[in-house]
């Protein structure tokens, strides 16, 4: 059963790892089953359950956002990389209207989509301008898979795939957006459970892609103690 002392010999936990643990170890007392089944459930759901302090450096299980989850997550993550509030955004989010250099771009949130093979995300972002009318544009992040490995790493191509006025005059900036959204859905698969001992979300130690989704491998920051006052 967690403890609500989380502390570590040499080191001071935060207020929010020190809250989880009661969190967790109080809702486990409330529940009515033996102390066997709930060191069972403990270890089982390992890394689901709400107030887990993780090491530093420590991972956890690998999250997986299956291919039927990700377009959801992908446009929930396009919302706050264009820089609106979900929480006050009403579905399905409105178009966001870029301007550059006299240029104007209407980028349609609620159209983006996302697809996974193997060592790769596709992101498709449906845009629009009067010299195109509607056409989407696809942005391709090559990273790890199971089979290969390659920590966080992911690299793209110069240029996005789609119509050539678009790609030409807003290569930067749809490369930008995409990878924000990666950054935003990948960081959120890997935060929304668990908590290094300051208390500050896991964060994405190994991506990987292939048929059966986007998968995260969370991780705890490393910790650095401070020896001595710089001269």
Do not use: Y
Request: aromatic share 2%.
């Amino acid at each position: 059963m967690a403890s609500a002392d989380a502390a570590k010999p040499g080191s001071t936990p935060g207020a929010g790892a020190i809250a989880g643990a009661i969190l967790l170890r109080d809702t486990l007392a409330r529940t009515d089953i033996d102390d066997r089944t709930k060191a069972v459930l403990t270890k089982q759901l390992r890394g689901v359950l709400p107030g887990l302090v993780v090491q530093p450096g420590g991972t956890l299980d690998q999250r997986t956002a299956g291919p039927a989850d990700l377009t959801a997550l992908a446009r929930s993550a396009a919302v706050s990389a264009a820089g609106l509030d979900p929480a006050t955004t009403p579905p399905p989010p409105p178009p966001v209207l870029w301007e550059s250099s006299g240029n104007r771009l209407l980028v349609q949130l609620a159209g983006v989509t996302a697809a996974v093979s193997t060592g790769a995300v596709e992101l498709t972002i449906p845009v629009s301008c009067d010299q195109t009318g509607d056409t989407p544009v696809t942005v391709t992040f090559v990273t790890g898979s199971a089979d290969r490995p390659a920590g966080g790493v992911a690299t793209t191509e110069d240029h996005p795939r789609g119509d050539p006025v678009i790609v030409e005059n807003w290569h930067e900036q749809l490369i930008a957006f995409a990878w924000n959204i990666l950054l935003i859905a990948t960081s959120a698969l890997s935060g929304t459970v668990g908590a290094d001992r300051s208390g500050r979300p896991l964060i994405v130690s190994t991506l990987a892609a292939d048929s059966s989704g986007l998968s995260v491998l969370p991780m705890a920051r490393h910790s650095f103690v401070q020896t001595g006052a710089l001269p």
